[in-house]
């Protein structure tokens, strides 16, 4: 088989591979809180049929090599953790985190989920928890009677009852970070699992120990640029056709020696 047909459709592959996650990305640009994800590229191993600096004869060496490479691939895939723009809404149970740091959420099974998203809601206990009604950790809960909720900069969660003019703090938002906040895993719904990659989680109250703060009223939007993701979807479709070029190209000449 000419080696070109190999070469390209690894290009094909790759490209094909590059559009799934341009298309991930701008699925999401209205999920709250999404990160973009980038696709890395890397070429494969080369044949190597004359080495640079081999001799040529006694006296002289060749100045460069013989080399074919062998096409390319996705080594992995990075999420951009820059921040995304706020949207305030009318919610006082909405939050956003300003800087870094991810909220806790407890799974059903007992594992500990990160996410930033802080569209928040009660539950019919009071609890606060997420848009799939999951509890937000350390468990927080609102009096059936609070007539209103503040929640300041450094987490801390307050109410206002009936009949009583100073507010009382019920709970306390905190927040974690890692080593390598790029290495948690994706598992849907907004949420991240810790990985070895990520490293292990460091706890702390907003806006203390490198922690970003809390914003009340407004919501982290994502932070995939629509007009950067099609510029980067009109590459991979040309990336895409020039590979299927190469196989065409190759396919002739095929078809001519086989004439031959």
């Known amino acids: 088989m000419i080696r070109s047909l190999w070469v390209a459709k690894t290009g094909m592959d790759v490209n094909q591979a590059n559009l799934d ?14 990160k973009r994800v980038k696709t890395n590229f890397e070429d494969l191993l080369y044949q190597t049929v004359r080495g640079s600096g081999s001799q040529t004869s ?25 921040q995304g723009a706020t949207l305030r809404t009318q919610n006082p149970l909405d939050v956003a985190i300003s800087g870094n740091g991810y909220f806790q959420i407890n799974l059903p099974t007992g594992v500990i989920a990160y996410s930033r998203d802080g569209n ?30 503040t929640i300041s900069d450094f987490g801390q969660v307050s109410v206002t009852l009936n009949g009583q003019a100073q507010a009382q703090q019920v709970g306390q938002i905190q927040l974690v970070n890692f080593v390598n906040a790029a290495g948690l895993e994706a598992i849907g719904g907004n949420l991240y699992i810790e990985t070895a990659a990520s490293g292990n989680p460091v706890q702390g ?17 994502s932070n995939v640029s629509v007009a950067e993701e099609l510029v980067s979807m009109i590459q991979a479709q040309r990336g895409y056709e020039v590979n ?8 002739e000449i095929l078809q001519r020696l086989s004439q031959v």
Do not use: H
């Open 244 to 251: 299927t070029r190469v196989v065409r190209a190759s396919d």
């Open 21 to 34: 996650v341009i298309a991930n990305n701008l699925a999401n640009a209205s999920t709250t809180a999404f």
């Open 58 to 82: 006694e006296q002289t060496q060749a100045p460069t090599g013989l080399q074919f490479g062998a096409g390319s691939k996705i080594s992995g895939t990075s999420r951009i953790l820059t």
């Open 120 to 149: 928040f809601s009660k539950d019919n206990q009071g609890q606060l928890v997420t848009a799939q009604g999951y509890v937000v950790a350390p468990g927080i809960t609102i009096p059936a009677e609070a007539t209103g909720i």
């Open 205 to 221: 109250n907003p806006g203390q120990n490198g922690l970003g703060s809390i914003q009340q009223y407004f919501v982290e939007q």
